[in-house]
T-cell receptor, first 112, second 117 residues
Framework: DAKTTQPNSMESNEEEPVHLPCNHS???????IHWYRQLPSQGPEYVIH???SNVNNRMASLAIAEDRKSSTLILHRATLRDAAVYYC?????????????FGTGTRLTIIP | EAGVAQSPRYKIIEKRQSVAFWCNPI?????LYWYQQILGQGPKLLIQ????????DSQLPKDRFSAERLKGVDSTLKIQPAKLEDSAVYLC???????????????FGPGTRLTVL
């Protein structure tokens, strides 16, 4: 599986936008970019995914660089409930591979 | 819709003892996963089932870990005998892949926190 690089930790003020970066310079053409997050004492939960185009859903937006070597998860208005570890994961779906390979993620702290 | 259920939520055992974890996936989800999450790390896949068949168990320590998914629904993960380094959270997840749909979302349970003394 291709590797991703994320900052270990980030802080943001409540009610402000948050931009979580992810570098994936060795991404292949069939890799989907997935984001999951893990709230304290809970299992991970799906946030968003994309292949080439930017994506929006009720939780967040995903901005993908034109060369696909990096992406940014955008939380438009952070709340205290968004404090979690955010994982950026590449999944090669060319052979129906469904495995998620988690790194250590970015621990997001929200400051009231 | 009910989520992925796991039990117990917490378990404390001594090394060399045996332990079993149970998972009930979301109804209709054909794929079931067991992950191990050591403190400070991301989850690591141990085994993946499609219905009651094993798809991937390449990272399962087969000398001490075993898993089964009888009838393609519930699953049990067992450790026998446990070692100190098995202390971790064991997460179960399930997913539903639509025909022709290449990307699926995994739904995780709350996990079982195992402490081996």
């Amino acid at each position: 599986d291709a590797k991703t690089t994320q900052p270990n930790s980030m802080e943001s003020n409540e009610e402000e936008p948050v931009h979580l970066p992810c570098n994936h310079s060795t991404i292949s053409g069939t890799d989907y970019i997935h984001w999951y997050r893990q709230l304290p004492s809970q299992g991970p939960e799906y946030v968003i995914h994309g292949l080439t185009s930017n994506v929006n859903n009720r939780m967040a937006s995903l901005a993908i660089a034109e060369d696909r070597k990096s992406s940014t998860l955008i939380l438009h208005r952070a709340t205290l409930r968004d404090a979690a570890v955010y994982y950026c994961i590449l999944r090669d779906m060319s052979f129906g591979n469904e495995k998620l390979t988690f790194g250590t993620g970015t621990r997001l702290t929200i400051i009231p | 819709e009910a989520g992925v259920a796991q039990s117990p939520r917490y378990k404390i055992i001594e090394k060399r003892q045996s332990v079993a974890f149970w998972c009930n996936p979301i109804s209709g989800h054909a794929t079931l996963y067991w992950y191990q999450q050591i403190l400070g790390q991301g989850p690591k896949l141990l085994i993946q089932f499609q219905n009651n068949g094993v798809v991937d168990d390449s990272q399962l320590p087969k000398d001490r870990f075993s898993a089964e998914r009888l009838k393609g629904v519930d699953s049990t993960l067992k450790i026998q005998p446990a070692k100190l380094e098995d202390s971790a959270v064991y997460l179960c997840a399930s997913s539903f892949i639509l025909a022709g749909e290449m990307v699926d979302e995994q739904f995780f349970g709350p996990g079982t926190r195992l402490t081996v003394l």
